[in-house]
């Protein structure tokens, strides 16, 4: 009997969410390898649905036929190993993360084919501050751990279908010893064959990125409207690349004259930390807390969303509708007392909250289901966006720009005073605000409790306490870690 052959399995770890189509793209795999008559097995771990977890495929092949081996069989296992793995793909960025995070990718094996688009967590979600995960830091990793990093940009797979992108990403990285051939037949053979044929060439053409040379420094920035050419010429690099987002955002939100707003706002935190010296910190912060702040989420915001053709075709690209193909989208909504009051003037917005609590109706609303892609249900929605030239009158207008006025003149004087570290811990404040209803109410609470009995102590206090900006910050972080706010009433009710 000749020797065994000595060749390894290569092994293929997907990482996907539900319904991502990791299922399909593992049954490619080992359907492909099939009619290439190569021994291969593949294994599934179900995650958690909804994108609290993942689903983990794993595949293993031989890359010799069935005839070369002279009856002899490999012995395939039932899941990866860390440092062992041959190609991981995953189809959504901190996926790729975890398993960088969990060993599964090496730099002496493993290729890396990855998407770059995210998906948030629940935890991200509902998080009470900005609970993303910091995809820079994930990003860095992509790119130093693997032995290679194919990366899957989302413009680039943007209307395809992912899963069958990163098949022919595979497929082009010469690591799979599968003939092309034999993936277009397992594609072929499965649902929705011509889609998936088009996206497969798609990420069968993808080559490197090759990075962009930087510019001149002799090279002007283009054109710009008008807002924009003010901040290119008044706002350090810092600020100006926060102002670049900020301007067309609240020119968005509301119109021009907020975005001109968010300039003359950011000036008096200019020209303060200039002041001071050593760069501009503390401004470029307020400036991205307050871009943020001053495009408060409210029903109106809901409702341009909702009705935006934009939406629309990323919901037609997502459920891979064809053109001319009907759809129907339905919105699940439960307005209450507070959304009402939010858009009437600031007096009769009290007093309609006032008989809300007095007859225990606050926390009550109406579940209702809108047919956006329905006439009646798109003119809802329609107007209800129309509704932005009314925003400036309402209540909830009149609260926002009050407290973003407050926070502000509280930084300006901290700043002044030259406590810069407490300055910069009362910019990051904002992270507590969020949403609207019930979350608005309780991240505002939070805000308020920290203003109030931290912030203000510290202003009334000599300048300079060097403990005044870690008092600041453990008050945030209570607030931040218990949205009951019982861990920053204990806090803040011991003495300093």
Not at 327 to 345: C, F, I, Q, R, Y
Not at 401 to 409: K, P, R, V
Request: hydrophobic share 45%; net charge positive; glycine share 8%.
């Amino acid at each position: 009997m000749p020797p065994a052959p000595t060749t390894r399995p290569i092994s293929i770890l997907v990482s996907a969410m539900g319904g991502e189509g990791g299922g399909v793209l593992t049954e490619w795999i080992v359907s492909a390898a099939q009619r290439a008559d190569l021994p291969v097995q593949g294994t599934s771990i179900p995650g958690v649905a909804q994108r609290t977890g993942a689903t983990t495929y794993y595949i293993e092949l031989w890359p010799e036929p069935w005839p070369m081996l002279n009856g002899l069989r490999p012995v395939f296992g039932l899941g990866p190993s860390p440092g062992d793995v041959d190609v991981v793909m995953a189809t959504e960025l901190v996926e790729a993360g975890r398993c960088c995070e969990r060993g599964f990718v090496s730099p002496e094996r493993t290729t890396l084919i990855a998407a770059t688009r995210r998906v948030f967590a629940t935890s991200e979600k509902s998080a009470m501050g900005d609970g993303r995960f910091d995809a820079a830091r994930v990003m860095r990793a992509l790119r130093e751990m693997p032995r290679r990093a194919l990366l899957v940009e989302g413009a680039a797979a943007e209307g395809q279908a992912l899963n069958a992108v990163m098949l022919g990403r595979l497929a082009a990285s010469g690591d799979l010893p599968i003939p092309e051939e034999a993936l277009r037949a397992a594609i072929a053979a499965g649902v929705a064959p011509e889609a998936n044929l088009r996206a497969f060439e798609a990420g069968l053409a993808m080559t490197e990125a090759k990075p962009a040379a930087p510019p001149p420094a002799t090279a002007t920035r283009p054109a710009l409207p008008a807002l924009l050419r003010q901040a290119a010429e008044t706002l350090p690099p810092e600020v100006l690349v926060v102002a670049d987002i900020a301007l067309p955002r609240l020119t968005h939100y509301q119109n021009a004259s907020y975005a001109q707003l968010w300039l003359s706002r950011l000036r008096p935190v200019l020209e303060a930390d200039s002041a001071a010296g050593g760069g501009h910190r503390l401004s470029a912060e307020t400036a991205r807390q307050l871009t943020l702040w001053m495009a408060y989420e409210d029903v109106i915001k809901v409702a341009v969303h909702k009705a935006s053709a934009t939406r629309f075709a990323e919901i037609r690209s997502e459920v891979r509708a064809k053109p001319g193909e009907p759809l129907a989208v339905t919105e699940h909504m439960k307005p209450g007392w507070e959304e009402v009051a939010s858009l009437l003037p600031p007096r009769l917005g009290r007093r309609l909250l006032a008989w809300a609590e007095r007859t225990d109706r606050l926390g009550q609303g109406v579940s209702m289901r809108v047919e956006s892609t329905s006439i009646s249900g798109f003119l809802r929605l329609f107007l209800l966006a129309r509704l932005r030239p009314w925003r400036p009158f309402t209540m909830r207008w009149a609260e926002e720009q009050a407290d973003i006025d407050a926070w502000l003149a509280r930084i300006i004087r901290a700043a002044a005073r030259g406590d810069h570290a407490l300055a910069q811990e009362i910019a990051t404040l904002p992270r507590l605000l969020k949403g609207y209803a019930e979350t608005h109410r309780r991240g505002l609470r939070g805000f308020r409790a920290v203003m109030q009995g931290a912030v203000d102590p510290a202003l009334a206090g000599p300048p300079g306490d060097a403990l005044a900006p870690g008092r600041v910050a453990r008050a945030r972080e209570a607030a931040l870690a218990d949205p009951d706010h019982a861990l920053l009433r204990d806090l803040l009710g011991k003495p300093a």
